[in-house]
């Protein structure tokens, strides 16, 4: 396991780590902020394979959080939109660029001042290790006991040879002397592997893992939030609260959360809020809108980015992940043609959400497929022309790239087949018939 160590300042963040394998805390660098630490941070991540952070947290004389502090705990939660999955704990700091200024000194070369931000991340290490250590473990009374004794060996040579000239004796006190020092390295050793047990054993006592499948539901979500512990209140709030990103501020007025959750599996500690956690997936789908470049190339499509999303957010429901994402870019250009052409989309998985809307409890075994399709909703594409008023899913990369880079077909209408197989036509008539040959179950299970 590893964890790396950050000192965050406004110039240069220090950066150190712990590795399991070498038992100690060890400076990596320094990062300058410069608009590109971001990107630096997530490289020495995925470098060091850990996502686990922990960040240094100034406090005043008296013990208070500064101006300071607050700028660390915004920078946290950039962190964790720009890091997905990424873990961060604090670790009150006090002077330690002081301290590794001090230690460099002692060194006796030169330094710069990115090293000093690297030894101060450094200490932020130890001192969060040390925070786990047992002071009064028997390992630690034996080494106590240990050095007390070599102590008194050492000033006891040091006598002796004020009158010894033998040269043997003087042998025979140094290497009891090394031996002791060796048997305390060793026990230190252990007693530091003893800790990084006991660190990495609490750290994964204190995780879980929150997936979001593609194609999942905010219903689904949030029950899922109600059975990994937290209450209905808790999940309603977070799901209420107005969230910083760029991405959700195109989002019509009064447009909630649904699609903007990006379908994956994260770790969380388990004292992270549901704010928190939807704050990771968010920022997860923020991070996949910018590195594919979605504003533009829904753009290129004649979409905004919530209706390439609410698109999106169809094509996965219909073609879902993974049996059918190499059929996603087909179904994609099926409903494109069709908001081309002004026709109705009549997507029957839009006529479900509706019904959800409506009664997300309902008995969905046993509906009534002929008076759904005539539900009155805006999420209803049988009813009314173009996109239904929202997304109806949160959808996976594949199905957001699918409206992004449609296949090169001019189909119409498309179906799934009782044996699975998805079969496509560019006629009505051709559409009933794949129905009668294909089509007899499937299309008949309730809405």
């Known amino acids: 396991m590893r964890v790396l160590g950050l000192d965050v300042g406004e110039k240069r963040i220090g950066v150190a780590k712990i590795d399991s394998d070498t038992k100690i805390a060890v400076p990596i660098g320094f990062i300058l902020v410069d608009g590109n630490e971001w990107q630096e941070i997530a490289n020495q991540a995925r470098f060091n394979n850990t996502n686990l952070f922990v960040l240094g947290l100034p406090r005043s004389n008296e013990g208070n959080e500064t101006a300071q ?5 915004n920078f946290a939660k950039t962190l964790m939109e720009k890091v997905p999955g990424a873990k961060i704990r604090f670790q009150d700091e006090s002077l330690t660029s002081v301290t590794a200024e001090e230690r460099l000194k002692a060194r006796g070369k030169p330094y710069e001042k990115g090293e000093i ?5 450094v200490i932020i290490l130890e001192d969060f290790i040390e925070s786990f250590n047992e002071p009064n473990s028997k390992i630690n009374e034996e080494i106590n006991i240990i050095e007390k004794e070599a102590k008194k060996m050492k000033r006891k040579a040091k006598r002796i040879t004020t009158w010894i000239s033998g040269g043997a004796i003087l042998v025979i006190l140094a290497l009891l002397a090394v031996g002791g020092y060796l048997w305390i390295k060793d026990l230190r050793a252990k007693e530091r592997a003893k800790h990084y047990a006991e660190l990495e054993s609490q750290m994964v006592a204190e995780v879980f893992d929150f997936t979001i499948r593609p194609g999942e539901t905010i219903f689904e979500i949030k029950k899922n939030l109600i059975e990994a512990g937290y209450t209905a209140e808790e999940v309603e709030e977070a799901f209420a609260f107005k969230y910083d990103f760029d991405f959700l501020k195109s989002r019509p007025a009064g447009a909630g959360l649904e699609g903007y959750l990006f379908g994956d599996t994260h770790e969380f500690y388990k004292s992270a809020s549901v704010q928190e956690i939807l704050e990771v997936f968010l920022g997860e789908m923020g991070r996949v809108i ?7 190339r829904y753009s290129e499509r004649g979409l905004s980015l919530f209706e390439g999303i609410t698109l999106a957010s169809i094509v996965q429901k219909e073609a879902p992940s993974p049996a059918f994402d190499a059929e996603q870019p087909m179904v994609a250009q099926v409903f494109l043609s ?4 002004g026709w109705k989309l009549g997507s029957d998985v839009t006529v479900s959400y509706a019904l959800d809307v409506l009664n997300p409890e309902r008995d969905k075994e046993h509906g009534d497929n002929a008076g759904a399709l005539l539900v009155d909703s805006c999420y209803n594409t049988r009813l009314y022309v173009g996109l239904p008023c929202g997304p109806i899913s949160n959808p996976g990369l594949s199905a957001l790239m699918a ?9 119409l209408f498309f179906l799934t087949g009782d044996d699975g197989t998805m079969y496509y036509s560019n006629t009505e008539a051709e559409h009933n018939q794949n129905a009668t040959n294909h089509c007899q179950s499937f299309c008949s299970i309730s809405l």
């Open 403 to 411: 409206v992004a880079e449609p296949a090169d077909t001019s189909y």
């Open 69 to 73: 502090s607050v700028y660390v705990r």
């Open 290 to 296: 910018e590195e594919n470049n979605l504003v533009a």
């Open 117 to 121: 931000d690297a030894e101060a991340a």
């Open 338 to 341: 069709r908001l081309n052409l």
